[in-house]
Structure formats: structure tokens, C-alpha cells
């Protein structure tokens, strides 16, 4: 199994930025792809963004341009950093990863930007 500790959430005005990390641990295993998800209040799990063992990203058409997301394979670590917040980033974010028969999550970590 992987174990993912996520870290970085907090509480931003509109127009700040904020950085994720989540840093993973256990049998991992290559290739594989992790990145992040969101949820907010009454609204289902959507990706934010996801990079391959190769360093290939995908993003949601929401965060493009705003959001980047990095990986440094050798702490197994991915981030995911937020310029130019909006009050509709606010959501709980969940760290993921993925690799041939294993999917895991994180507990989540609370974004929440203020108007």
C-alpha cells in the first residue's frame, strides 16, 4: 500500500496563492501518476491536475494557467501550486496516486479562498 500526507492548505484572500505537497510513502511503484483532486460542499470529486512518472500533466480547463504541477521523483513528493486564487477554488483537496493495481488517497486538506 502507498500512504499519502498531504500538507499546505489554509485560509487565502482572492488573488493569493497558496502551495500543496504531498509526499508519499510504501511500496511504490513506477510508472505511476499522482496528482490532485478537489470537493467542494455538495459538488462531486473533479481533477485539478495529474503528472505522470514521465513529467506529462493534464489539467482542468478551470486551472489552467493558474495552477502548476510538479513532482520530484526522488522524494516521491508531488506539489501543486495555486496562483490567482478565486473563491471557487475553495474546496477540500485530496492527493492521489496511481499505479498498476494501486490507487490511493489522501485525508484531503482544506483550501478555502475568501471573496
Known amino acids: 500500500q502507498v500512504q499519502l500526507v498531504e500538507s499546505g492548505g489554509g485560509l487565502v484572500q482572492a488573488g493569493g496563492s497558496l502551495r500543496l505537497s504531498c509526499a508519499a510513502s510504501?511500496?511504490?511503484?513506477?510508472?505511476?501518476?499522482m496528482g490532485w483532486y478537489r470537493q467542494a460542499p455538495g459538488k462531486q470529486r473533479e481533477l485539478v491536475a495529474v503528472?505522470?512518472?514521465?513529467?506529462?500533466?493534464n489539467y482542468a480547463d478551470s486551472v489552467k494557467g493558474r495552477f502548476t504541477i510538479s513532482r520530484d521523483s526522488a522524494k516521491n513528493t508531488v506539489y501543486l501550486q495555486m496562483n490567482s486564487l478565486k473563491p471557487e477554488d475553495t474546496a477540500v483537496y485530496f492527493c492521489?496516486?496511481?499505479?498498476?493495481?494501486?490507487?490511493?488517497w489522501g485525508q484531503g486538506t482544506q483550501v478555502t479562498v475568501s471573496a
Open positions: 492521489n496516486y496511481q499505479a498498476l493495481l494501486s490507487n490511493s
Open positions: 503528472i505522470n512518472s514521465g513529467g506529462s500533466t
Open positions: 510504501g511500496s511504490i511503484s513506477r510508472p505511476n501518476t
